[in-house]
């Protein structure tokens, strides 16, 4: 069940009504719970067996920390959550990875077939990777006595499994949602305004922009990478960086906007990212909720930047291409997360060694990094899109000419790069602005018409029906 089908709208209108003329705070949030669970459940429900193991789990790891009197035996619990959550993770996502590399580093060896493995074949869990990061958050921060642990389990399991933010994030910390569950949550008329017209703008983005304008160009061009040129190539990466994006962002203005139907808010997890000044400043406005996580419980925890250049630069690159793998079992996104890693190690290098050069800080200078920050994490897209390393060095070649083959842009082609245009200049005004105000400071026949143009333009979407991107991880 995804957010741009019709079965979502119905199940959201139901659960809506349900827990409407439910009087009881607690009733409400067991429905919110049965709700969720049937949520995860449309996809496959014996994979909801999965939640309830890491819920129960983490929640008993919590108190056995809080009980424990000696430091060994928190670490024991501790432990316990990260070897349950981060080994159903790692066998459902990442065993047959192992075993792929393992049979070919036997080939190598020339061990021959004899030694192969069977792959397992498994299939991947929808939203493992986001809610193992939110109980294991729980745990980590618990064991770390930054949070206490909690004493009702309906409140910490909803935390858990809220349905908008479920399969695709914001990963949501404790301390951000279990307080909104200790007295009644009631969307007032502009929360439900505010809500729907986020539903309605997310699903613009995905349905309008992501899979009827992006979507095509990128896989013709991609699916000929062996034969695309120079502007091909171009097009084709650059609408991967609109797809991604409205893909992504479409997804978490829709959770973010179901939740406050229902009176919740969900931290932001976009804020005009291609508008960034250099790679920290995108990983501040990039998947945040993830960009944040990753900060606090891999790049600190291993040394951050407290010690040596050297070490910092190390930490950088190791955090970041961990955080590559956490996005799939394959090893483009390793080296997607380690180009990261290395764009983050020259940033850090080159803003000690010009940090002291007045006219670098300019304002024209100012839009020369943004483009520059905007054409690098586009180059480092290909690796994130291709299905093989070879598809993506041969998009490299094509990109920098070294194919030799060009053709004028079709229409479909000029449209994105158009759009990609577009997409910037609208980053560049909501760098210091958020999308919701500019809305609410907008007179109420403007929102109306705005609402119904982008409800019309998604209805007529001709687009091909696509999973949202991120469900794969």
Wanted: with cysteine.
């Amino acid at each position: 069940m995804t957010f741009d089908t019709l079965t979502f709208v119905l199940f959201l209108i139901s659960v809506l009504a349900v827990v409407g003329i439910t009087t009881s705070w607690r009733v409400k949030k067991r429905e919110l719970l049965v709700a969720s669970y049937l949520f995860y459940a449309a996809w496959n429900p014996v994979f909801v067996s999965l939640l309830i193991i890491s819920t129960v789990v983490d929640w008993f790891a919590a108190r056995g920390m809080a009980r424990a009197t000696v430091e060994s035996a928190r670490k024991r619990w501790l432990v316990a959550s990260l070897t349950v959550n981060l080994g159903m993770l790692g066998y459902f996502k990442y065993a047959d990875f192992l075993i792929d590399n393992l049979n070919r580093l036997g080939l190598w060896m020339g061990l021959g077939s004899r030694f192969e493995v069977p792959a397992l074949d498994l299939i991947l869990p929808i939203g493992i990777s986001f809610y193992t990061f939110q109980t294991l958050s729980y745990t980590i921060d618990v064991y770390r006595r930054r949070v206490v642990p909690g004493r009702d389990f309906l409140d910490y399991a909803l935390f858990v499994s809220f349905f908008p933010q479920l399969v695709a994030g914001p990963i949501v910390r404790y301390e951000q949602f279990i307080g909104q569950l200790k007295s009644p949550r009631r969307a007032s008329s502009a929360d439900f305004e505010i809500g729907a017209a986020l539903i309605v703008f997310g699903l613009v983005l995905k349905s309008v922009l992501a899979d009827s304008l992006f979507a095509p160009v990128v896989d013709a061009g991609f699916a000929a990478h062996a034969e695309t040129g120079l502007i091909q190539a171009w097009t084709a990466v650059l609408g991967f960086s609109g797809q991604i994006y409205c893909d992504f962002a479409g997804y978490s203005l829709c959770a973010i906007g179901a939740a406050r139907l229902f009176g919740f808010r969900l931290p932001k997890n976009f804020h005009a990212p291609y508008a960034a000044i250099g790679f920290s400043e995108f990983w501040q406005r990039w998947h945040i909720s993830l960009s944040s996580w990753i900060r606090d419980y891999l790049y600190i925890p291993l040394g951050g930047n407290r010690s040596s250049t050297a070490r910092t630069f190390r930490n950088l690159v190791l955090t970041m291409g961990l955080g590559g793998l956490w996005h799939g079992a394959a090893w483009t996104f390793v080296l997607w997360g380690l180009l990261h890693g290395i764009y983050l190690v020259v940033e850090h290098g080159l803003r000690r060694l010009l940090g002291t050069v007045d006219w670098l800080a300019s304002r024209p200078m100012l839009l020369v990094y943004a483009l520059l920050t905007f054409t690098a994490v586009s180059l480092a897209w290909v690796l994130f899109r291709a299905e093989q390393l070879a598809q993506a060095m041969d998009l490299y070649q094509a990109m920098f000419g070294l194919t030799g083959r060009g053709q004028l842009p079709s229409v479909a082609e000029a449209m994105v790069l158009i759009a990609i245009a577009f997409m910037l200049l609208w980053h560049g005004l909501l760098r210091q602005r958020e999308l919701e105000n500019i809305y609410a400071a907008c007179a109420w026949p403007l929102r109306a018409i705005m609402l119904g143009l982008g409800l019309a333009l998604v209805l007529m979407s001709p687009g091909e029906d696509r999973a949202f991107i991120y469900f794969q991880f």
